[in-house]
């Protein structure tokens, strides 16, 4: 998809991405258990595990480049530590304040 991409599918020459994570309720199966818990609040045997996700989507082709799984528990600014990578110095970063702390600051600013 990237080579698909025209100068004018950029913002002033730089590709703009954006960063969200949200979560999903996945089956009640041992395996998910263990991976995902379900929320403390929940009654044990009550409740489904609830796996939540980051990811990058890239607006000018319009496709997501990854997406990170991580428990409930784990921030979403915790599992943006693993997503710097896709953002360099040709990059626009829109995010909410979720991922406004000055250790992502930091470290994308280190990355370019």
């Not at 020459?13 to 949200?22: N, P, Q, R």
């Not at 595990?49 to 082709?61: C, I, Q, R, S």
Request: one cysteine or more; glycine letters at 8%; hydrophobic letters at 35%.
């Amino acid at each position: 998809m990237q080579r698909s991409v025209a100068p004018e599918d950029l913002y002033r020459g730089l590709t703009v991405k954006s960063v969200d994570g949200s979560s999903v309720q996945l089956m009640d199966t041992e395996c998910n258990q263990e991976s995902y818990p379900q929320p403390s609040v929940q009654k044990e045997g009550c409740g489904f595990p609830v796996m939540k996700f980051v990811g990058v989507l890239n607006h000018a082709h319009g496709g997501w480049e990854t997406c990170l799984t991580s428990p409930l528990s784990e921030k979403d600014f915790i599992t943006m530590r693993r997503l710097i990578s896709h953002f360099g110095p040709e990059t626009l970063l829109l995010a909410d304040r979720g991922f406004c702390s000055f250790e992502i600051i930091s470290r994308l600013l280190a990355n370019g």
